[in-house]
């Protein structure tokens, strides 16, 4: 989320205070009307998604297995502890692998030895000539077939003596131990103390507490518009107002046919709950940095050229601020609780960006009409009279549309009686959770 809405979010947050942001609409315009509206064009953002439920999974899960078999010794955690990265959680009876270890070292020292002595035999074979007791040469006929079968003998033993010394090392490099991998919480607990077990047994299942993912499925209408790595948000249902960034992480090739209705399954990664929090902190810090030195906070200066609150309401604020502070550190509220913890299974509503667009015209999707593909609005004049304008359009929601040439910031455009009964500022629809505040675009 961008840093410059999170200081607003915490600076109001911090004082208690509420701003309701202004757009299209004015306060006649959201109530139940008998007559045509009468909308002001503005600027603001609007963003297109692909929304669907789903539940939350854990992202990152290991199996920790036995790299050798015995008895089981010691298991020293349970289901539910947390752990922490080369913390000790099982072990094994060591003294079967010690003895193993054992062998294996007189088997490679057997194989060292049963090679050197091929290679001797060999080296004696080879020799075309040798000295009697006399001190006369003698020269021997060798069978070539002879020295064929002592190369192929000294080949086995230097096979042999591999395979030891492969077999050794593969046991000094194994583990009578099972330690954490990372930060985590045990999940599950396959063994008990006592218990004999081979190699590749899994002892202990673990998982990464701060990294969950999501699968929704998407219809055959909106997959194409899904893209790997694209921007996503995750709504926590039991958590209402909080929505935490997230990315899509795949996109299945095949399709999930349920009673003729095509699906394409979707899965998302949430961002990790302490890159968030990392990110609050920082901006909690550069927000209250500029409160202890007495300068107004930046966001609420660009608050006031915006027009989004007067100059009076800003040192207000401030001083509300730093008579909150008090020469201390203020423990500032933050968008997700220190001791916030997601769970598995969560009812989560995923929300894919597709597409979207910052301080752009913005006005009702009822105030535009097509006629042989051409789009025209309503536009009142200063003098009440109202002239039919032809416009161009970009991207629309089930709201709003973005107008790209046609019209002007300030102009005034009608919506017909009957199609719609109350209006919503673009900056307040959106996703659950986002706070929009003109000009600010959506947090990251």
Same mark, same amino acid.
């Given at each position: 989320?961008?840093?410059? @809405?999170?200081?607003?979010?915490?600076?109001?947050?911090?004082?208690?205070?509420?701003? @309701?942001?202004?757009?299209?609409?004015?306060?006649?315009?959201?109530?139940?009307?008998?007559?045509?509206?009468?909308?002001?064009?503005?600027?603001?953002?609007?963003?297109?998604?692909?929304?669907?439920?789903?539940?939350?999974?854990?992202?990152?899960?290991?199996?920790?297995?036995?790299?050798?078999?015995?008895?089981?010794?010691?298991?020293?955690?349970?289901?539910?502890?947390?752990?922490?990265?080369?913390?000790?959680?099982?072990?094994?009876?060591?003294?079967?692998?010690?003895?193993?270890?054992?062998?294996?070292?007189?088997?490679?020292?057997?194989?060292?030895?049963?090679?050197?002595?091929?290679?001797?035999?060999?080296?004696?074979?080879?020799?075309?000539?040798?000295?009697?007791?006399?001190?006369?040469?003698?020269?021997?006929?060798?069978?070539?077939?002879?020295?064929?079968?002592?190369?192929?003998?000294?080949?086995?033993?230097?096979?042999?003596?591999?395979?030891?010394?492969?077999?050794?090392?593969?046991?000094?490099?194994?583990?009578?131990?099972?330690?954490?991998?990372?930060?985590?919480?045990?999940?599950?607990?396959?063994?008990?103390?006592?218990?004999?077990?081979?190699?590749?047994? @899994?002892?202990?299942?673990?998982?990464?507490?701060?990294?969950?993912?999501?699968?929704?499925?998407?219809?055959?209408? /909106?997959?194409?518009?899904?893209?790997?790595?694209?921007?996503?948000?995750?709504?926590?249902?039991?958590?209402?107002?909080?929505?935490?960034?997230?990315?899509?992480?795949?996109?299945?090739?095949?399709?999930?046919?349920?009673?003729?209705? @095509?699906?394409?399954?979707?899965?998302?990664?949430?961002?990790?709950?302490?890159?968030?929090?990392?990110?609050?902190?920082?901006?909690?810090?550069?927000?209250?940095?500029?409160?202890?030195?007495?300068?107004?906070?930046?966001?609420?200066?660009?608050?006031?050229?915006?027009?989004?609150?007067?100059?009076?309401?800003?040192?207000?604020?401030?001083?509300?601020?730093?008579?909150?502070?008090?020469?201390?550190?203020?423990?500032?509220?933050?968008?997700?609780?220190?001791?916030?913890?997601?769970?598995?299974?969560?009812?989560?509503?995923?929300?894919?960006?597709?597409?979207?667009?910052?301080?752009?015209?913005?006005?009702?999707?009822?105030?535009?009409?097509?006629?042989?593909?051409?789009?025209?609005?309503?536009?009142?004049? =200063? /003098?009440?009279?109202?002239?039919?304008?032809?416009?161009?359009?970009?991207?629309?929601?089930?709201?709003?549309?973005?107008?790209?040439?046609?019209?002007?910031?300030?102009?005034?455009?009608?919506? =017909?009686?009957?199609?719609?009964?109350?209006?919503?500022?673009?900056?307040?629809?959106?996703? =659950?959770?986002?706070?929009?505040?003109?000009?600010?675009?959506?947090?990251?």
């Amino acid at each position: 989320m961008t840093m410059k @809405v999170s200081k607003i979010v915490l600076i109001l947050m911090l004082c208690g205070i509420s701003v @309701v942001a202004t757009g299209c609409a004015s306060e006649s315009d959201s109530a139940s009307v008998s007559e045509d509206l009468v909308v002001t064009v503005q600027r603001g953002d609007l963003t297109i998604d692909i929304a669907a439920s789903g539940n939350l999974a854990l992202s990152v899960m290991e199996d920790l297995a036995f790299e050798i078999s015995g008895t089981v010794e010691e298991i020293l955690v349970e289901e539910g502890d947390s752990v922490e990265k080369g913390q000790l959680l099982a072990k094994l009876d060591t003294s079967e692998w010690e003895k193993e270890l054992t062998k294996l070292e007189l088997d490679l020292l057997q194989a060292e030895i049963n090679l050197e002595n091929a290679e001797l035999s060999l080296e004696k074979a080879e020799e075309e000539t040798s000295t009697s007791i006399t001190g006369d040469i003698v020269v021997k006929n060798t069978d070539p077939r002879e020295i064929d079968i002592k190369e192929l003998q000294v080949e086995l033993a230097e096979s042999r003596s591999e395979d030891a010394l492969e077999a050794l090392t593969e046991a000094l490099e194994a583990s009578p131990e099972i330690v954490a991998p990372f930060d985590g919480f045990v999940t599950k607990v396959n063994v008990d103390g006592g218990d004999e077990v081979k190699k590749g047994t @899994v002892a202990a299942v673990i998982a990464d507490p701060n990294k969950f993912e999501a699968d929704i499925l998407v219809s055959e209408m /909106d997959i194409m518009q899904v893209k790997l790595g694209g921007e996503a948000w995750v709504q926590v249902d039991a958590m209402q107002g909080m929505s935490l960034p997230a990315k899509v992480a795949h996109i299945s090739p095949t399709a999930t046919i349920q009673q003729g209705v @095509v699906n394409y399954n979707v899965k998302v990664e949430v961002e990790s709950l302490e890159e968030i929090m990392q990110e609050q902190q920082q901006a909690r810090q550069e927000v209250m940095e500029e409160v202890t030195q007495g300068e107004l906070p930046e966001r609420l200066r660009q608050a006031i050229e915006e027009g989004q609150m007067t100059q009076e309401e800003a040192e207000a604020m401030m001083e509300r601020m730093q008579q909150a502070q008090g020469g201390r550190q203020v423990q500032v509220p933050t968008a997700i609780p220190e001791n916030f913890q997601l769970r598995e299974g969560l009812t989560v509503t995923v929300s894919i960006i597709v597409d979207e667009r910052e301080d752009v015209l913005l006005v009702p999707n009822g105030a535009i009409t097509t006629q042989r593909g051409q789009t025209y609005v309503q536009v009142l004049s =200063p /003098d009440g009279t109202i002239e039919e304008r032809a416009i161009t359009t970009g991207i629309s929601d089930w709201q709003y549309t973005e107008v790209t040439d046609g019209l002007s910031e300030g102009e005034e455009v009608v919506v =017909p009686q009957g199609t719609a009964t109350t209006t919503t500022t673009p900056e307040q629809q959106g996703p =659950p959770g986002r706070i929009m505040i003109p000009g600010m675009g959506k947090p990251r």
